[in-house]
């Protein structure tokens, strides 16, 4: 991690192939999105760093990533705890030089490299967040699962208010394991889904499953089969955990009906890839098929809004 501590703000210094406004076009693709803001062309994001809440102003600057802090003065290990989680974000650790030479040269890949040159996959560094988002993806469309967010969000969350606008944290796992199984379906979300979110929570809180052990298999196989023995989680959930979180670039969520509509789109199909052509198209692409999931998402977001 390249970064910089100042009096008032920290920097930090992104890789070249790196494009802040692409990030922000894909993050500003969903207007019931809670866990930020952009105004201005700046990004609008509320940390808790060391139990305080820090809301953080992030902007290009040249050729830098400014942080300035509009609320809490972290210290300095909590500035660099901030530092930490833009660049795990942003996905910042990444060389893309060898996905860009590959893509430059590929049919379906080209064209979207062009248009979104320095975008990277945004990521989701708490583990929570991201198996919840995954479970309430599963089998809705992704205008009902936002919504399904942004209602776990304001019912469960934590939030500041800073110049009349209300901030949010995703809700803790620890809150989440308290509560009853009627409370999620009240904002209709299925028995079912309800159920694991509240038993991923409670397995959470038990220290069953964390970030950091998953990582210390330091193999994304294993990690995926630890992933999938949790109630809820499926093939294509821990895939989208395994790009999201744990920066899995081998990761391929063939059963993704977004990425299925991405092909048939691009490829000007008459009806949806199947997982074996899916397959057969990303042999090109060995060892950065998240990467090229995710462009072909991103092509898919432009076409719906």
Same mark, same amino acid.
């Given at each position: 991690?390249?970064?910089?501590?100042?009096?008032?703000?920290?920097?930090?210094?992104?890789?070249? *192939?790196?494009?802040?406004?692409?990030?922000?076009?894909?993050?500003?693709?969903?207007?019931?999105?809670?866990?930020?803001?952009?105004?201005?062309?700046?990004?609008?994001?509320?940390?808790?760093?060391?139990?305080?809440?820090? $809301?953080?102003?992030?902007?290009?600057?040249? #050729?830098?990533?400014?942080?300035?802090?509009?609320?809490?003065?972290?210290?300095?290990?909590?500035?660099?705890?901030?530092? #930490?989680?833009?660049?795990?974000?942003?996905?910042?650790?990444?060389?893309?030089?060898?996905?860009?030479?590959?893509?430059?040269?590929?049919?379906?890949?080209?064209? $979207?490299?062009?248009?979104?040159?320095?975008?990277?996959?945004? %990521?989701?560094?708490?583990?929570?967040?991201?198996?919840?988002?995954?479970?309430?993806?599963? =089998?809705?469309? $992704? &205008?009902?699962?936002?919504?399904?967010?942004?209602?776990?969000?304001?019912?469960?969350?934590?939030?500041?208010?800073?110049?009349?606008? &209300?901030?949010?944290?995703?809700?803790?796992?620890?809150?989440?394991?308290?509560?009853?199984?009627?409370?999620?379906?009240?904002?209709?979300?299925? &028995?079912?889904?309800?159920?694991?979110?509240?038993?991923?929570? #409670?397995?959470?809180?038990?220290? *069953?499953?964390?970030?950091?052990?998953?990582?210390? =298999?330091?193999?994304? *196989?294993?990690? #995926?089969?630890?992933?999938?023995? $949790?109630?809820?989680?499926?093939?294509?959930?821990?895939?989208?955990?395994?790009?999201?979180?744990?920066?899995?670039?081998?990761?391929?969520?063939? %059963?993704?009906?977004?990425? =299925?509509?991405?092909?048939?789109?691009?490829?000007?199909?008459?009806?949806?890839?199947?997982?074996?052509?899916?397959?057969?198209?990303?042999?090109?692409?060995?060892?950065?098929?998240?990467?090229? &999931?995710?462009?072909?998402?991103?092509?898919?977001?432009?076409?719906?809004?």
């Amino acid at each position: 991690m390249n970064w910089k501590n100042h009096d008032s703000c920290i920097e930090l210094y992104p890789p070249k *192939e790196f494009d802040f406004k692409q990030c922000l076009d894909f993050l500003a693709r969903d207007a019931q999105e809670m866990l930020h803001k952009i105004k201005d062309g700046n990004l609008i994001k509320l940390l808790k760093i060391d139990e305080e809440m820090i $809301l953080c102003k992030i902007e290009a600057e040249h #050729k830098a990533i400014k942080v300035e802090f509009l609320s809490g003065k972290p210290s300095y290990e909590g500035r660099e705890e901030i530092a #930490k989680y833009i660049w795990e974000w942003f996905d910042l650790d990444q060389n893309l030089e060898e996905f860009y030479s590959i893509a430059s040269e590929d049919k379906i890949l080209s064209p $979207l490299v062009k248009r979104y040159y320095g975008l990277r996959i945004v %990521g989701m560094p708490d583990l929570f967040e991201a198996l919840v988002w995954a479970i309430i993806g599963q =089998q809705i469309n $992704l &205008t009902f699962a936002y919504t399904l967010k942004k209602r776990f969000v304001e019912d469960f969350g934590e939030s500041i208010i800073f110049e009349n606008e &209300t901030y949010w944290l995703f809700p803790s796992y620890d809150k989440i394991a308290q509560i009853e199984v009627e409370e999620l379906r009240n904002h209709q979300f299925t &028995t079912r889904k309800s159920e694991y979110i509240i038993g991923i929570a #409670k397995a959470m809180q038990a220290n *069953e499953i964390s970030k950091e052990a998953l990582l210390n =298999q330091d193999d994304f *196989e294993k990690i #995926k089969q630890s992933l999938m023995e $949790l109630r809820g989680v499926g093939a294509w959930s821990a895939d989208y955990v395994l790009m999201k979180c744990f920066h899995d670039n081998s990761s391929y969520p063939v %059963g993704d009906v977004g990425l =299925q509509n991405s092909f048939k789109s691009i490829l000007g199909l008459d009806r949806k890839p199947t997982a074996e052509e899916m397959y057969e198209y990303a042999k090109a692409w060995k060892g950065w098929e998240a990467y090229a &999931t995710f462009y072909l998402w991103r092509s898919l977001s432009d076409k719906t809004t």
